[in-house]
Structure formats: structure tokens, C-alpha cells
């Protein structure tokens, strides 16, 4: 279990391994097609790559047509405002990182969490990956072992509902869920 683990985190990050991932039966690479969870208490929405997507999704409206003027008139108050507060230092002073993305990132741009329990929170991390950046393969890793049958089966029938695409990697055997299509694999990587 832990090598097959190490070998899907380690394809996540951008290196070679052996596990393949397909679509329509031509592989494609697991770091831009699958998400591997891990951490499900406390479960964190705000992960990095998801939050650069919203940045960048917000930079494109803010240079869109409906903003463009407005941003351009921002921009340039804040460069106005930086110069009249430097005008009495004894050096000039030139703007080389103010930009739309760099504004947006020195805010500080996060999710809102207030989320009752960390499955909601899950089900909107994946309904917002599969909006703004695209559908993927989430691969959980004993995730049954954190939420009871009940939860489980919830969380089951709304990621049925969103047509979410997850495989669940489980080191026990538990209850089986509505649903679920389970593949049992021995030591010997053999379909039992």
C-alpha cells in the first residue's frame, strides 16, 4: 500500500513511476489528471494549486473587458499613492512587480472555511478543482478510517450526484458503499 502511495504522490509530483492513468484508453499523466487526498482532519480547501487558479481566473476578469479601465485606474492610484508616500526619501523609486496577479496574491486570498464538518468542505474542494481548473481522477487514501458508514455513504451519494471521479485506496476492508465497484489486490499486486 505505501509503495503504490509513494509511487501515485510521487507521479502527482512530476516525477516518473509505475502506476498508469488513462482516459478513453490512452494514458495521460497523473499530476494534471488526478489529485491524490490525503489529509481528510483537519481537511484543507486551501491548497495552494487551487487558490493560483482562482488568482489567475480573477486576473482575467480584472484585464477583461468589463474591468479593464477600472484595474488600469487602480493601478495606477496605488503606483501615485507609493510615489507621494516615497517623495521624501532620498532615492527614486520604480514599480517592477505591480501587477493584477501580485495585488491579488498580497491580499491574501483564501476560501472561506466555515464548514460544519471536513466532507462538505471535500465535496466543494472538488466541485471548485473540477470547475476552475478541470475534471480529475480524486484519489483518496484511507479515508474510510477517518468518517463513519453513514458519512461515507452521504458523502457517496453526492459525489455520485456531481459525477465526481474518485478512487478511494483503503489499507482495511470496511462495509461496502451503494455505488461502489471495489477491486480487492493482494501483496502480489493480484485481482482477488
Known amino acids: 500500500m505505501r ?3 509513494e509511487d501515485i504522490a510521487n507521479q502527482a509530483a512530476g516525477s516518473n513511476g509505475e502506476c498508469a492513468l488513462s482516459i478513453s484508453n490512452k494514458p495521460c ?3 494534471k489528471n488526478a489529485e491524490l487526498l490525503t489529509d481528510f482532519a483537519p481537511f484543507d480547501i486551501n491548497k495552494k494549486s487551487l487558490i493560483s487558479t482562482i488568482i489567475s ?3 482575467t476578469q480584472a484585464m477583461g473587458d468589463d474591468h479593464f479601465s477600472e484595474t488600469s ?4 492610484k496605488i503606483e501615485n499613492y507609493v510615489d507621494d ?3 521624501d526619501l532620498d532615492c527614486e523609486i520604480k514599480f517592477t512587480k505591480l501587477t493584477v496577479s501580485s495585488l491579488l496574491k498580497a491580499c491574501g486570498l483564501s476560501i472561506k472555511d466555515d464548514y460544519n464538518n471536513s466532507l462538505e468542505k471535500l ?9 476552475f481548473e478541470k475534471e480529475k481522477l ?10 463513519t458508514d453513514k458519512e461515507m455513504n452521504d ?3 453526492t459525489a455520485v450526484s456531481h459525477k465526481f471521479k474518485i478512487l478511494m485506496l483503503e489499507s482495511v476492508e470496511r462495509a461496502k458503499l451503494p455505488d461502489e465497484k471495489r477491486l480487492l489486490i493482494d501483496d502480489d499486486m493480484c485481482i482477488i
Open 3 to 5: 509503495e503504490l502511495v
Open 29 to 31: 499523466p497523473i499530476n
Open 57 to 59: 481566473k480573477l486576473e
Open 73 to 76: 485606474a487602480l493601478l495606477c
Open 85 to 87: 508616500i516615497a517623495f
Open 123 to 131: 465535496i466543494d474542494y472538488m466541485d471548485m478543482v473540477s470547475r
Open 138 to 147: 480524486f484519489i483518496t487514501v484511507n479515508i474510510r478510517s477517518f468518517f
Open 155 to 157: 458523502f457517496a451519494e
